[in-house]
């Protein structure tokens, strides 16, 4: 088989969630022997479609444009078995990249009219590749995902043979150890073998690929919290990804949030700890992180033993837990307290992302 895979992020090195579930969808598809081009069309000098229909009339079949849609990408198209179109989701729908390639594959279309269902539409000059549609986006709900897919099936009909949609992708790169995700990029390698062996995704992989991440309560204080620091800081989210940044919370729910986030159960293994957290300053109460049978539990208030005990300012735990201060200096200057096993400071950093 041969597939020619679209990515239209323009997102790159690492940045790209876009990218990451491709790149996962081809894995799948090389394992089984199928020969998978990916383009990063965000490079290619594909120009507008001028609607002057000079492919319909005096040069039928042939885009006026000579660029890299008419020279190299659209006889790809043509020649591939598969066709993978991967964007982010702008606006609830395709972005613009992808949505110039797909509007200048025009010449695959004849002039004339016909009906089909009540329906009006162009008949086909050449049969064009089936199409399958990947999507990220932002936000945890599935729903975000539905103008996306209702384009998608009107536009490609029975030639869609596949829609992968991964919400609370923003998130998905930097919690690839969690179990969910671990099931969601093994489902979508999946999803690229079974259409290279089928033709299709079964339900039971589409159950995997579809296995919830994230919900709004746990996404949105550890998203707000990332923003405002990056307004705070003046910083793009590139800049604060490359700079090794770490969102500066503002409330003890927006502590916890980023704690449980960044938890790593991976790296937690059999550890089993329970920090107490007694803050004091602008931001005053008591919170605990309690991990135990690789899993991390968070709360307001009280856990029942402790096994180590930190009264600390808050703004003092924020500087050091966004490293704009040394722990280790700071407990010598006195500015926090440690009741318990001390060491379990230093064993927090290794259980987190």
């Given at each position: 088989m041969k597939v020619l895979a679209i990515n239209s992020s323009a997102r790159v090195g690492g940045q790209s969630k876009t990218e990451l579930v491709l790149n996962h969808l081809v894995q799948g598809m090389e394992s089984e022997g199928a020969e998978v081009e990916i383009v990063n069309i965000y490079k290619k000098k594909i120009n507008y479609c001028i609607g002057?229909?000079?492919?319909?009339?005096?040069?039928?079949?042939?885009?006026?444009?000579?660029?890299?849609?008419?020279?190299?990408?659209?006889?790809?198209?043509?020649?591939?078995?598969?066709?993978?179109?991967?964007?982010?989701?702008?606006?609830?729908?395709?972005?613009?990249?992808?949505?110039?390639?797909?509007?200048?594959?025009?010449?695959?279309?004849?002039?004339?009219?016909?009906?089909?269902?009540?329906?009006?539409?162009?008949?086909?000059?050449?049969?064009?590749?089936?199409?399958?549609?990947?999507?990220?986006?932002?936000?945890?709900?599935?729903?975000?995902?539905?103008?996306?897919?209702?384009?998608?099936?009107?536009?490609?009909?029975?030639?869609?043979?596949?829609?992968?949609?991964?919400?609370?992708?923003?998130?998905?790169?930097?919690?690839?150890?969690?179990?969910?995700?671990?099931?969601?990029?093994?489902?979508?390698?999946?999803?690229?073998?079974?259409?290279?062996?089928?033709?299709?995704?079964?339900?039971?992989?589409?159950?995997?690929?579809?296995?919830?991440?994230?919900?709004?309560?746990?996404?949105?204080?550890?998203?707000?919290?990332?923003w405002k620091t990056c307004i705070a800081e003046g910083v793009t989210p590139k800049e604060f990804e490359k700079r090794g940044m770490v969102p500066r919370p503002d409330s003890l729910e927006s502590f916890l949030s980023i704690l449980k986030m960044g938890f790593n159960s991976e790296k937690a293994g059999d550890f089993k700890g329970a920090y107490q957290f007694i803050f004091t300053g602008e931001v005053a109460g008591d919170c605990y992180f309690d991990v135990k049978n690789g899993k991390a539990e968070t709360g307001l208030g009280s856990v029942t033993q402790p096994d180590v005990t930190i009264k600390a300012p808050f703004e003092v735990w924020m500087d050091i837990l966004t490293r704009k201060a040394d722990g280790q200096q700071m407990f010598m200057d006195q500015k926090y307290q440690v009741e318990g096993d001390i060491s379990l400071l230093v064993k927090m950093g290794d259980i987190m992302g």
């Amino acid at each position: 088989m041969k597939v020619l895979a679209i990515n239209s992020s323009a997102r790159v090195g690492g940045q790209s969630k876009t990218e990451l579930v491709l790149n996962h969808l081809v894995q799948g598809m090389e394992s089984e022997g199928a020969e998978v081009e990916i383009v990063n069309i965000y490079k290619k000098k594909i120009n507008y479609c001028i609607g002057c229909f000079t492919c319909w009339t005096k040069t039928p079949g042939e885009c006026i444009h000579r660029d890299d849609m008419s020279k190299e990408l659209f006889p790809k198209y043509m020649a591939a078995d598969l066709c993978v179109m991967a964007t982010p989701l702008f606006h609830y729908t395709v972005n613009a990249n992808l949505k110039t390639f797909i509007e200048r594959t025009l010449p695959l279309l004849l002039p004339f009219f016909e009906s089909s269902g009540g329906n009006t539409g162009h008949p086909l000059r050449q049969i064009p590749p089936p199409v399958v549609a990947v999507s990220v986006a932002g936000f945890p709900e599935y729903s975000v995902f539905d103008q996306l897919s209702s384009y998608m099936r009107f536009l490609y009909k029975t030639h869609l043979k596949a829609e992968i949609y991964v919400p609370g992708a923003e998130m998905l790169a930097g919690r690839t150890g969690s179990p969910k995700t671990k099931t969601v990029l093994a489902g979508i390698i999946q999803g690229g073998k079974d259409l290279v062996t089928s033709g299709q995704i079964s339900e039971k992989t589409m159950s995997c690929i579809n296995t919830p991440t994230l919900d709004f309560e746990t996404m949105a204080p550890a998203g707000n919290i990332f923003w405002k620091t990056c307004i705070a800081e003046g910083v793009t989210p590139k800049e604060f990804e490359k700079r090794g940044m770490v969102p500066r919370p503002d409330s003890l729910e927006s502590f916890l949030s980023i704690l449980k986030m960044g938890f790593n159960s991976e790296k937690a293994g059999d550890f089993k700890g329970a920090y107490q957290f007694i803050f004091t300053g602008e931001v005053a109460g008591d919170c605990y992180f309690d991990v135990k049978n690789g899993k991390a539990e968070t709360g307001l208030g009280s856990v029942t033993q402790p096994d180590v005990t930190i009264k600390a300012p808050f703004e003092v735990w924020m500087d050091i837990l966004t490293r704009k201060a040394d722990g280790q200096q700071m407990f010598m200057d006195q500015k926090y307290q440690v009741e318990g096993d001390i060491s379990l400071l230093v064993k927090m950093g290794d259980i987190m992302g």
